[in-house]
């Protein structure tokens, strides 16, 4: 039998940071509201030209080190992201070329916040069914550039960073088990209301930018990161006591602690990057692991439980041995 894991994290973050001090210049919310419904403090904001790949690309490169591989050994590139460079070529195609890698397939998923836990459920999958060895997965955003920056209920939550892991086949198990969900019919809680393929209009529903029911998708996000969670570790026969560390999408503060307690889980084992790195849509995850990996809190042997969930509705989950 063929396993996955994972063996190097990497992280990115644009160096321009933004506190919410900055965003009372601009809008009419305050430090203080922030903090207390998202305990969110600062977010890091792209600069002018700098996309989805570049960062995704930083990210890449790390986790390559982490691994201590060749970059020719990685036969596989999925990007999560919902912000791409371009309508085509995809961002992992994108970020092919920058790492000089040829001929192996690379593509992009869109699952919105819930994108990571999706691209490493299909490259696990793979690497399981003998498609890859070797799986260089990502989460990278610039979701900067699709929020309405005078927006105050959506302005304050996002901001833009990649992270990346190297999955590789193993004769032990570290990925246990995936599972990812969607259900189309909350499309209005949370979307950006135009596209290509319905086109763009500065005008129509406010423009191409987040527009968010926060209280309604708040709800519902409590609800799918529990029963996300006791899904999978019902599926696995695994106590929620043996988990080590939870590393959930990073929203809102509010909705994690929320989670946590759901699960009896102390936020002593909760790893959170909110309030640093505010929501980060598809790269939340990977730069939380990749955060705590570094910081020394995550380390080998521990048993890590992914949860995430976003516009669609997406969520799912994924439980890791480190
Ligand atoms: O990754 C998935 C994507 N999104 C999320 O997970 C976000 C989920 N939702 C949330 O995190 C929360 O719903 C928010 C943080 C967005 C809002 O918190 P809330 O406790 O649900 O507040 P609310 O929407 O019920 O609004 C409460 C009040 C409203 O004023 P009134 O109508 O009570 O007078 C808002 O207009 O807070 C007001 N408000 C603000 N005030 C100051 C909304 N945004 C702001 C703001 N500053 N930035």
Not at 170 to 187: N, V
Not at 209 to 214: D, L, Q, S
Not at 298 to 322: C, E, K, P, Q
Request: net charge negative; aromatic share 6%.
């Amino acid at each position: 039998m063929v396993y996955s894991r994972i063996t190097g994290t990497g992280s990115y973050l644009p160096a321009r940071v933004v506190t919410n001090k900055d965003l009372e210049k601009t809008l009419d919310t305050t430090d203080a509201w922030i903090r207390e419904r998202t305990g969110i403090k600062r977010r890091h904001i792209a600069a002018e030209g700098e996309t989805s790949a570049d960062m995704g690309l930083c990210a890449a490169r790390k986790a390559i080190e982490m691994a201590d591989i060749d970059v020719a050994e990685i036969d596989l590139i999925v990007v999560a992201t919902s912000t791409p460079d371009k309508v085509f070529p995809s961002t992992a195609c994108i970020m092919q070329r920058q790492l000089g890698i040829h001929g192996s397939p690379a593509f992009d998923i869109q699952a919105a916040c819930s994108g990571f836990i999706y691209v490493l459920d299909i490259a696990n999958r793979l690497i399981q069914t003998g498609g890859a060895k070797t799986a260089l997965v990502v989460g990278s955003e610039t979701m900067s550039r699709i929020v309405n920056w005078q927006d105050r209920g959506t302005a304050v939550l996002f901001g833009d960073g990649a992270g990346a892991v190297i999955l590789q086949a193993c004769e032990e198990p570290g990925i246990l088990s995936t599972h990812i969900h969607s259900d189309g019919q909350y499309e209005n809680l949370l979307e950006v209301p135009q596209g290509i393929s319905s086109g763009f209009d500065t005008v129509r529903d406010g423009g191409a930018y987040i527009r968010m029911n926060g209280n309604a998708v708040f709800r519902k996000a409590v609800a799918m990161l529990g029963s996300a969670a006791k899904e999978i570790l019902s599926k696995n026969g695994i106590d929620k006591s043996e988990v080590d560390w939870m590393v959930p999408h990073q929203a809102n503060l509010r909705i994690i602690t929320a989670a946590a307690k759901k699960l009896d889980l102390p936020m002593e084992r909760v790893v959170v990057t909110v309030d640093e790195q505010a929501n980060t849509s598809s790269a939340s995850i990977p730069l939380a692991l990749d955060t705590a990996v570094r910081d020394g809190r995550i380390m080998s042997g521990h048993l890590l439980l992914f949860g995430a969930f976003g516009a669609g509705f997406t969520w799912g989950s994924a439980l890791v041995r480190y």
